[in-house]
């Protein structure tokens, strides 16, 4: 096929999306190389990730561009892929979560420079959707989801909390420094552990560089934030099985994770490989089959909605930031994080993705578990 009837049977896709091929819209897109049309027709989403990151083309508002294609479905279409068909039929042969391999995740995107997220991120760092119900900076929206993370479990002086997945530290400290808890932060990033451990002196705080199969001990609370993506399908009964073991008999646990509308067993290629290796969305289907038997579901609170406004947050302080981090990266790396960064924010915007706040008890709270919001 050549060129020209490529390039006419992408903008016959992008018809749908009302998305013009150098168009002077803010979403229309600039192609600057022809070969972005074998790309995209070859290898759907993840030619279309590729090629960006090799500069074939741009668009003014990348995150305009994903909210309109989105909408009008075309990923689907995109997805028919090699890549994608290899993806499933490896899920269903493979645990890409198992424990030889947990460390991966935190090699390839979490130790690949702290100072990055230092100056993408709150002061807090916390790299997970702000609560933007009252919140008008990005610090607000952070310290608003901790409080309510801390009210909905109601942690108390002197509980002991179990934080699965703690990142820098930053629920840990919150709830040490503002609620009196003693916290346990788990991380398999070692550049994480590291510089949490710099941040907690003085604090009743330990952070331990630990897969959460390897967990013990028993403890009043458990928290786990953004880090459920990274479980998978296979692993998800037992997570729940090792968060049920090590949680008091009275205790609450809460799980806030990202998630999909439909149940499945794979992401998008090109956010597999560039971004999150082994990861994979859960459905409420998926997350309420692993815990059934071992919780009782308290509460479901969705603000996945407030994911936007923190994404398209972290993309700001990351664009303006770039002169001062880009001695330790590339052009490549900007336009890789940045496409990352804004496509996701759109897939929030449509409510192709959520993100969800789960309280879960192992008996049920006496009298009745009140909302918290």
Known sequence: MKSDARRKLVQSMLDIAGVQIDGD?????????????????????????????????????LDQFFERVLTAGLEERMRRSKALLWAVLKARMLNPQRLTKAFEI?????????????????????????????????????????????????????????????????FALYAAEKYGAHVTGVSVSREQIDFARGRAAGLPVEFKLLDYRSISGSFDRIVSIGMFEHVGVNNYRTFMEVAHRSLAEDGLMLLHTIG???????????????????????????????????????????F?????????????RFRDSWDSIKHDYDERF???????????????RVRRN????????????????????
């Open 25 to 61: 819209r803010s979403f229309d897109i600039r192609v600057n190389d022809p070969r972005l049309y074998s790309a995209v027709l070859g290898n759907g989403t993840m030619g279309l990730g590729e090629s960006y990151m090799d500069g074939w083309w741009d668009c003014p508002a």
């Open 106 to 170: 935190g090699e390839h995107h979490y130790d690949i420079g702290n100072d990055l997220f230092v100056k993408m991120l709150d002061t807090g760092l916390n790299y997970s959707c702000g609560y933007w119900e009252s919140a008008v900076t990005l610090d607000q929206a952070q310290e608003a989801k901790l409080d309510l993370i801390c009210r909905k479990l109601d942690v108390r002086d002197g509980m002991g909390v179990l934080d699965i997945g703690c990142g820098w530290g930053g």
């Open 260 to 302: 999909r509308n439909r149940s499945g067993r794979t992401t998008d290629p090109w956010i597999a490989k560039y971004i999150f290796p082994n990861s994979m969305i859960p459905s409420a289907k998926q997350i309420t089959t692993a815990a059934e038997g071992l919780f009782i579901l308290e509460d479901w609170h969705n």
């Open 304 to 316: 996945g909605v407030n994911y936007d406004p923190t994404l398209m947050a972290w993309y700001e």
């Open 334 to 348: 900007y336009r890789m994080w940045t496409y990352y960064l804004l496509s996701c924010a759109a897939s929030f």
């Open 354 to 373: 959520q993100v969800w706040q789960v309280v879960l008890s192992p008996g049920g709270v006496r009298g009745g578990y009140r909302s918290v919001r």
